[in-house]
Nanobody, 120 residues
Framework: QVQLVESGGGLVQPGGSLRLSCVAS????????MGWYRRAPGKLIELVAV???????NYADSVKGRFTISRDNVKGMMSLQMNALKPEDTAVYYC??????????????WGQGTQVTVTS
């Protein structure tokens, strides 16, 4: 059974930082590029960062230079370091499979996501 578990969200002021984590079946990480998606209130889901099996990274323009994605294929874990957060980063963040560069390719299964709220 595929499981994706996100954690690390919270409430932060503009300019602050958060680190999100994702745990999934090791085979998912070993076989796929992985990405962080987000859904902001009233908006379509957005793919903001992708990391390939080889460790290549791609970012949406909206987060480039502020967010850093990383992965550990052996442990089946992925992180998203988010710095210089802005109110427009407020969203529920999800991890799932993806394709490089920055292409939607999620599994049918989604985790519960982790809420990030940026507000003063």
């Amino acid at each position: 059974q595929v499981q994706l578990v996100e954690s690390g969200g919270g409430l932060v002021q503009p300019g602050g930082s958060l680190r999100l984590s994702c745990v999934a079946s090791a085979n998912i990480f070993r076989l796929n590029a992985m990405g962080w998606y987000r859904r902001a209130p009233g908006k379509l889901i957005e793919l903001v960062a992708v990391t390939t099996k080889e460790g290549n990274e791609n970012y949406a323009d909206s987060v480039k230079g502020r967010f850093t994605i990383s992965r550990d294929n052996v442990k089946g874990m992925m992180s998203l370091q988010m710095n210089a957060l802005k109110p427009e980063d407020t969203a529920v963040y999800y991890c799932n499979t993806a394709r490089d560069p920055l292409t939607f390719a999620p599994l049918d299964t989604w985790g519960q996501g982790t809420q990030v709220t940026v507000t003063s």
